[in-house]
């Protein structure tokens, strides 16, 4: 299931209280330090209480191999001006789909961009872009996902921002071109509308106006990185007399629930305790409960009664659930067709 697909099921109705986007980049590019920064700005200012500091890359295994393995879901409350000024809201929750920059994670990678509705590409302002990310950059073009350029450590000596700009948006212009001579009824226009953000992860500064190499960006906050996400990913959409759908796109566990699927819901309501029917892989069906509804603040899961469209939950209870299966209203079945993120071309009819 693609995102790309899921916007052709999905309806007219907006959640413009909610985005989901991913964060793509080379390991070093300051992707932890980025998103540790967009907590700590939110978290006073966010309805949502305190959040324990903890990286995004902190499991061990990463931590040892220094990449982040594991598509991983933060949960930033925003409340900045953007919200009022974008989606007419005054707090807007982002999901930042943690996604490896790397091919050797190629089903992971897919997973990630099929939670989301935009993707942030994270590139060091000294190195460029590095040839792993074009892996992930295909899939996402292939996704027809808009992408913002965020050109980060704009502060190092070495900057060459000028260069790493153009060579971002070559290597985009490249692979788009491939990807539209593959896939020709993609119509790629939109997508590759590219904002640009200069920012310094580290100093908790971003602006759109390109600072001196080696300068700082010149607004003391990361509102413009907030600004152009509001305004260039789109709400989830979804139709609103449509049954519950939700996909899951990854799995994970936990020493006291067991198995946790993670999943992002298409269409309808998700209830703590609520039976369900699980469209297996096989094409089979089963009833079941879903014994506990995970939301995500911050970093840390949390217990909620019920999600709707759009948000990006795990839930326990289901032991053999498998990452493509569906879970779907128990009246009245309509599960997600399974399809890749490498066949757009795939009719959802
Ligand atoms: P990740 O592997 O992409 O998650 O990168 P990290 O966030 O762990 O950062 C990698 C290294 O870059 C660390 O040593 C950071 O201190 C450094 N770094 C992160 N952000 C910045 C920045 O804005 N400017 C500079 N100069 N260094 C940064």
């Not at 094409?283 to 469209?309: C, F, Q, Y």
């Amino acid at each position: 299931m693609t995102t790309a697909a899921a916007r052709t099921l999905a309806g007219t109705d907006e959640r413009q209280d909610l985005r989901n986007v991913a964060i793509v980049a080379h390991v070093d590019h300051g992707k932890t330090t980025l998103v540790d920064a967009m907590l700590t700005q939110t978290r006073e200012a966010g309805a949502h209480g305190a959040l324990e500091e903890r990286v995004m890359d902190s499991g061990e295994l990463e931590k040892e191999k220094g990449i982040t393995i594991l598509a991983k879901n933060t949960t930033v409350f925003y409340s900045g001006p953007a919200a009022t000024k974008h989606a007419g809201m005054d707090n807007v929750t982002i999901n930042v789909i943690d996604t490896p920059g790397h091919a050797d994670f190629g089903g992971e990678v897919e997973r990630g961009l099929s939670m989301v509705d935009g993707v942030v590409l994270l590139v060091d302002a000294s190195e460029g872009p590095l040839p792993q990310t074009r892996f992930v950059l295909r899939k996402a073009l292939n996704a027809q996902l808009p992408v913002i350029l965020v050109v980060n450590k704009t502060d190092r000596p070495d900057a060459r921002i000028d260069g790493v700009v153009s060579d971002t948006m070559d290597l985009l212009l490249g692979l788009a071109s491939d990807v539209a001579e593959e896939n020709p009824e993609l119509n790629l226009d939109s997508v590759l509308d590219v904002p640009v953000v200069f920012a310094s992860g580290r100093e908790g500064r971003a602006s759109k106006n390109q600072p001196e190499d080696g300068g700082m960006p010149d607004s003391d906050d990361l509102e413009p990185l907030f600004d152009t996400i509001l305004e260039h990913v789109p709400a989830p959409k979804y139709d609103s007399g449509e049954v519950l759908q939700a996909h899951v796109t990854n799995l994970d566990a936990s020493p006291f629930l067991g198995r946790l699927a993670l999943l992002r819901i298409f269409n309808g309501t998700l209830k703590k305790n609520q039976q369900v029917a699980w469209a297996r892989k096989d094409g089979t069906m089963k009833t079941v409960k879903i014994t506990e509804l995970l939301a995500t603040k911050g970093l840390e899961r949390v217990s909620a009664d019920s999600a709707g469209p759009g948000e990006i939950v795990a839930v326990a209870g289901i032991s053999d659930i498998m990452i493509g299966e569906t879970l779907t209203d128990l009246e009245n079945p309509k599960p997600l067709p399974t399809i890749t993120v490498d066949d757009p071309a795939i009719s959802m009819t």
